[in-house]
């Protein structure tokens, strides 16, 4: 009748806990307080006492696990402890959590059910305790004590619910701030996407254009064995020929409407670092050790588009204008690392849900199957990442 809502271990070990902590003290308070006189007797008294506990506590427990059936467990609680006569105690106290728990964590059933149930105990609470033992009509003083019991009961019930509606809304405005900011981070993902799908476009167009040429060279010049050097440089440029132009399909349809433009290299660091310095950023370069030959179109791009961003968040987020930037090539990956001397704390610079560029230089590390982190450290927001060469790491 009622889902059960997925709690940590932790929450249902601690409302467990609870709840017998507080059914041994509940015991204890009302167990001796047995009306010899009572219509029920002693006995009758004490097996009330247990049964109104063990509802109260069995309401305790379920408060957070399933906080329609607490609601049910608390009411027939509140219906033995009037059917047997017994006055308010503070064991009465767990109706104020289950109401909380039934407005902060139920369903949009459950919630209305809590409320009704407030308002309902707010209007029978003050004709109980008025009427108990009395066998005259209610006088003035009895209907004044009955509205003056009920606002404060109504008053306590209700503040325990409302409690609970509120922090029912700050849960929902925060999950709808982490789902906007999950859709955002996607978008900001797939509109990355696009851009790096027009810059692989032209990486690997270019390169698969080589080959073709250097086969269709190769056919023409082969010397030895002509036929057979001839039919193998033929599979290999007709192959060459359909794979660019399966790529180019694949990666149109990536690219939705991209400009071409030139893609830049290596080469195109130190013009970059000379604007940079031009814009005001105190730039100290380190290459150690220094690339071996010429690396991959790819990895040059990546390298290029890190820097580029990583640079420009420094100029734009730091508040030293001092920036340290450490490139290492090595036989078979290449290491790069951009350090803001005391970077601003702001979110966009700090955290990879807020800053669009952590999330495009990730994507960039990621396509090349490398892997690229960002985060402050000791002081500076440092930006690390290793690129395989000619591999994947």
Do not use: C
């Not at 059933?109 to 407030?118: K, L, M, N, P, Q």
């Not at 031009?278 to 290029?304: N, S, T």
């Amino acid at each position: 009748m009622f889902p059960l809502r997925p709690l940590k271990r932790y929450q249902l070990i601690t409302d467990l806990g609870v709840a017998g902590v507080f059914g041994l003290l509940a015991l204890f308070v009302e167990l001796p307080g047995a009306d010899p006189g009572a219509f029920w007797g002693v006995a009758g008294q004490t097996v009330g006492a247990i049964l109104v506990v063990l509802s109260f506590t069995a309401a305790l427990a379920l408060r957070r696990l399933q906080p329609g059936s607490a609601l049910a467990v608390a009411w027939v609680g509140a219906l033995l402890q009037m059917g047997f006569g017994r006055q308010p105690s503070p064991t009465d106290l767990a109706i104020f959590a289950v109401l909380y728990a039934t407005a902060a964590y139920g369903s949009k059933r459950v919630f209305w059910a809590g409320f009704a149930s407030g308002i309902a105990g707010a209007v029978i609470v003050p004709f109980y305790l008025v009427g108990r033992g009395l066998s005259a009509p209610l006088t003035i003083n009895d209907w004044f004590a009955v509205g003056a019991l009920l606002l404060a009961s109504g008053f306590a019930l209700m503040l325990a619910w409302v409690s609970g509606a509120l922090v029912r809304t700050a849960m929902r405005a925060a999950a709808n701030s982490r789902a906007q900011r999950a859709a955002e981070a996607e978008t900001i993902a797939e509109q990355q996407r696009v851009r790096i799908a027009r810059d692989m476009h032209d990486v690997v167009a270019h390169s698969l254009a080589v080959v073709i040429a250097q086969a269709d060279g190769a056919r023409y010049a082969a010397a030895a064995d002509p036929a057979a050097a001839s039919d193998a440089l033929a599979t290999i440029s007709s192959t060459a020929r359909s794979a660019l132009t399966d790529v180019r399909l694949l990666l149109t349809q990536l690219r939705h409407s991209q400009g071409e433009g030139p893609q830049p290299t290596l080469g195109d660091l130190e013009v970059l670092f000379e604007r940079m310095r031009a814009a005001g950023v105190v730039l100290e370069v380190r290459v150690d050790p220094v690339a071996p030959g010429e690396p991959p179109a790819a990895i040059q791009l990546a390298v290029y588009r890190i820097m580029q961003e990583a640079l420009t968040n420094a100029l734009r987020h730091g508040v030293d204008r001092r920036v340290r930037v450490q490139l290492g090539w090595f036989p078979d990956r290449v290491e790069l690392s951009i350090r803001n001397a005391r970077a601003t704390a702001s979110p966009a610079a700090t955290t990879p849900t807020g800053g669009h560029g952590i999330i495009g230089m990730r994507e960039r590390a990621h396509l090349v199957g490398g892997r690229l982190a960002a985060g402050p450290e000791y002081g500076e927001f440092v930006v690390r990442a290793t690129l395989p060469i000619g591999g994947r790491t």
